[in-house]
């Protein structure tokens, strides 16, 4: 079945990085853009980042843009987050999501704390 | 920053129908899906391109736009409809991802 699945999440300290992986299976992974979408806790939905298809175009959120790189590989069948820089308002529950026309599929989430 | 606005909550008793509207000005020249989020689940996409639903959603289920207004609407709103609902504008080719501010259905 078509299934994401987040992992990399944890506890990190203001100023550190984190890299947050996405294994996808169950569809053809290289044939659609992925976003990452993250819910602060007890708040709504933000949007990140996304990336094409084929990995060749990159779209950031401003809070995000200079200090995130979204990536994809289609022969692992991975999408993945670096997070650089990171600042406590970016604790959150990280969601990968699979692109069709709306966000179809998504993964169980995995989650940043980021706190001294 | 560009926003779109969702009344905080909505109430609804059983069986009977819950609209929820979704605004922003530039929504009409956007797509817009909606999403369902259940207390400790990952959302579900329930509506997309303004009135599609994806296999699976029930027919209860139905979206609707008109200018800068999106509306999901549930008819013959069961229990386990309750739920947050987010709504997102949309336009790939300008990279414009924005979700709405999210609803609380509530079923009485």
């Known amino acids: 079945q078509v299934q994401l699945v987040e992992s990399g999440g944890g506890v990190v300290q203001p100023g550190r990085s984190l890299r947050l992986s996405c294994a996808a299976s169950?569809?053809?992974?290289?044939?659609?853009?992925m976003h990452w979408v993250r819910q602060a806790p007890g708040k709504g939905l933000e949007w990140v980042a996304a990336?094409?298809?084929?990995?060749?175009?990159?779209y950031y959120a401003d809070s995000v843009k200079g200090r995130f790189t979204i990536s994809k590989d289609n022969s692992k069948n991975t999408l993945s987050l670096q997070m650089n820089s990171l600042r406590t308002e970016d604790a959150a529950v990280y969601y990968c999501?699979?692109?069709?026309?709306?966000?179809?599929?998504w993964g169980q989430g995995t989650t940043v704390t980021v706190s001294s | 920053s560009y926003e779109v606005t969702q009344p905080p909550s909505v109430s609804v008793s059983p069986g009977q129908t819950a609209s929820i509207t979704c605004s922003g000005d530039?929504?009409?020249?956007?797509?817009a899906c909606w999403y369902q989020q259940k207390p400790g689940q990952s959302p579900v996409l329930v509506i997309y391109?303004?009135?599609k639903r994806p296999s699976g959603i029930p027919e209860r289920f139905s979206g609707s736009k008109s200018g800068n207004t999106a509306t999901l609407t549930i008819s013959g709103t069961q229990a386990m409809d309750e739920a947050d609902y987010y709504c997102?504008?949309?336009?790939?080719?300008?990279?414009?991802?924005?979700f709405g501010t999210g609803t609380k259905v509530t079923v009485l």
């Open positions: 999501t699979k692109w069709g026309d709306g966000m179809d599929v």
């Open positions: 169950g569809f053809t992974f290289s044939h659609y853009g």
């Open positions: 990336i094409s298809y084929d990995g060749s175009k990159k």
């Open positions: 530039k929504l009409g020249g956007k797509y």
């Open positions: 391109q303004d009135t």
């Open positions: 997102q504008a949309w336009d790939s080719s300008t990279a414009f991802y924005v």
